[in-house]
């Protein structure tokens, strides 16, 4: 009887989760394009993977987005979180504003950065040349295409972790305070020894989470830069390329997708060591 | 105040962290809506725009000139209302699926408790861990061909639905909840002779109603944003999203950016009416969300 109920979820898991993590081992062993039936070809389509130069600059650029990313929307939203934290005004504004972003189509939003962004008469050049700086190529230069995009994506995304960090902010224990206060403690201090240690385990799951998200980073470079350019291809941009825009070659793309898979597996794991200590 | 923070009330009574406070606050406040509200400004301003005004790219507060002229373009040259109605039948379509697939599933697992309930919920769970990224390939090549049926889903809805209600995070949160409904409530039914489904239908759904609210919600945003799914499944042109519609026109450069910018603005409206509308349960469902990957 429980099956009954069960059954729709079952099939909707089994045929779009648990088999296609299956299928893609077994895909990156064989040679398909779709048109002829697949073949089992070994490890054929990891040589071809470890021999393609994309491979160690898409690699390369994943690392430089995610350890940029850090620097920019990991830093930015407990900052802004704590900030925010201390404002007794307009506070249901800060959270709407700040979280707006959010709520849009993330295609839109590199979209509308592609608009800001643009050299000749972009937002972002209009207003440096106004205020007599210099100006900047954006996403059309090697040197900062991959800061731009880094910018886009934490626009868009930091929202849901300030608003994750403020309500980590709200348990915060009030004595805590009251006796750093009676001790003389400057607030640099207190944000130091006291805010910053009490958000410890929330500042885990998120490095862990933005970690793997960043890596699989696609609408960005996809939109506003293109999965050509190889000063800013990306490992999922590289995955498109294999299976849907130039080779037409899935067993490729399987191939990358489970090195990609391993390696973010071992965050998985780790947010899963963390997360259970945490609750038992 | 109800929580006391970094700063005290009573700090916060000195003239000089007064003065100091203040400034902070008209500092954040300027730069959060330069920031963030600025650039949805520009976007909705833009389209009323003319192209002339939006060419010469000075920063201005109010169009010269404003017309809906680029929106009246939009709709039309885009098709957007096409591709709107496609959007919204996609989304109202996969919360009802994801609804339905969820709930009987969470609720077999919390209340029926099947053979194998906890190691099927685990694998559920499981798969929010798993990046989407790494399922991309193989999941596109069970859609072209599902193993047993054959059946291709490419430019069929349900090659949208299907994949959307296996969602480990709706399952996990309908569970927990189901969990806290008490036995005998449902026992009392089982005795009054209500059917499995009826008690599900007529007891547990109605006692869910916030945790159902919200994640309609997420489900529906969820299916509005996406955007590589449906480009990839919805290959035919006429059945794309709104999303996928106006990426493939603006790659082909042929639209004046006016009415580009004015079709973004509507595809991102109903997101902000429901953010609007919804806020409360959609902050609130954050910390919920705080568990999914």
New interface residues.
């Given amino acids: ?6 059954s ?6 089994g ?7 299956v ?2 081992i077994t ?1 990156s062993l064989q040679q ?1 394009n ?1 048109v002829t039936d697949p073949q089992w070809v070994g490890l054929d389509n990891y040589r071809t993977l470890f021999d393609d130069p994309l491979l160690g600059i898409a690699i390369r650029n994943t690392l430089e987005f995610t350890g940029l990313a850090l620097v920019f929307g990991y830093a930015i939203p407990i900052a802004m979180a ?9 506070n249901t ?9 959010v ?6 939003s590199a ?3 592609q ?2 962004y643009d050299p000749g ?3 972002f050049n ?2 440096l040349h ?1 205020a007599h700086l210099p100006t900047s190529q954006w996403v059309q230069s090697p040197r900062t295409a991959m800061l731009s995009l880094v910018l886009v994506s934490t ?1 868009a995304n930091m ?2 972790s300030t ?2 960090y403020l ?1 980590a ?2 348990s ?1 224990p ?1 004595e805590l ?2 006796s750093s ?1 009676m001790d003389g403690a400057s ?1 640099w201090r ?2 130091w020894h006291i ?1 910053l240690p009490q958000l410890r385990f ?1 500042m885990l ?1 998120m490095l862990l ?1 933005q970690i ?1 998200a960043t ?2 980073v ?2 960005e470079p996809f ?1 506003l830069t293109g999965f050509t350019n190889p000063d800013t291809i990306t ?2 941009t590289l ?2 390329r294999y ?2 825009a130039v080779n037409q070659d ?1 067993g490729l ?2 191939a990358l ?2 090195l ?2 391993v390696v ?2 071992a965050f ?1 794991a780790l ?2 060591r963390i ?1 259970r200590e945490q609750t038992v | 105040m109800a929580t006391r923070t970094l700063l005290s009330d009573i700090a916060l009574k000195r003239p000089r962290t007064r003065a100091v406070y203040f400034a902070v606050l008209a500092a954040t406040t300027l730069a959060v809506a330069a920031v963030f509200l600025y650039p949805l400004y520009w976007m909705a301003t833009a389209g009323l725009k003319t192209p002339a005004e939006f060419a010469a790219q000075s920063v201005t507060v109010l169009p010269h000139d404003p017309s809906a002229s680029a929106y009246g373009d939009a709709w039309n040259h885009m098709r957007i209302p096409h591709f709107f109605l496609n959007t919204v039948y996609y989304a109202f379509g996969g919360w009802l699926v994801q609804l339905g697939v969820d709930v009987c599933a969470a609720y077999a697992l919390s209340k029926l408790r099947p053979v194998l309930g906890k190691a099927i919920f685990a694998g559920m769970l499981a798969t929010l861990m798993l990046p989407v990224a790494a399922l991309l390939v193989p999941a596109y090549l069970t859609v072209t061909d599902l193993p047993v049926l054959h059946l291709n889903l490419l430019n069929s809805p349900w090659g949208l639905w299907l994949p959307a209600a296996a969602n480990g995070f709706n399952i996990y949160v309908l569970k927990r909840f189901f969990d806290n409904i008490p036995h005998e409530i449902l026992e009392a039914a089982a005795v009054d002779g209500a059917s499995r489904l009826k008690t599900l239908t007529r007891i547990v759904l109605p006692l869910s109603r916030p945790v159902l609210a919200v994640i309609s919600i997420f489900s529906i945003i969820g299916m509005w944003k996406d955007f590589l799914w449906p480009m990839l499944v919805m290959q035919d042109p006429d059945k794309q999203t709104l999303s996928v519609a106006l990426q493939r026109l603006s790659a082909s450069s042929q639209v004046p950016p006016t009415e580009m910018i004015a079709g973004m603005t509507i595809a991102a409206l109903p997101m902000i009416v429901i953010f609007v509308i919804f806020q409360r349960h959609i902050l609130g469902g954050l910390s919920a969300g705080a568990v999914k990957g």
């Fill in positions: 009887m429980a099956y009954a109920f069960l729709a979820g079952l099939v909707c898991f045929l779009f989760s648990w088999y296609p993590l299928r893609s895909l398909d779709l704590i900030l925010l934290n201390e404002l007794r005004h307009f504004f800060f959270r709407l504003a700040v979280y707006l972003p709520m849009l189509p993330p295609i839109v979209m509308l950065w608009f800001f008469q972009g937002l209009t207003l106004g626009w929202g849901g608003l994750m309500a902010l709200q915060v009030p305070y009251e206060e607030l207190r944000i805010t929330i799951v989470l793997t890596m699989q696609f609408i939109q490992v999922m995955i498109y299976a849907f899935f793309a399987a997708s489970v990609l898979f973010l597996s998985a947010y899963l997360t």
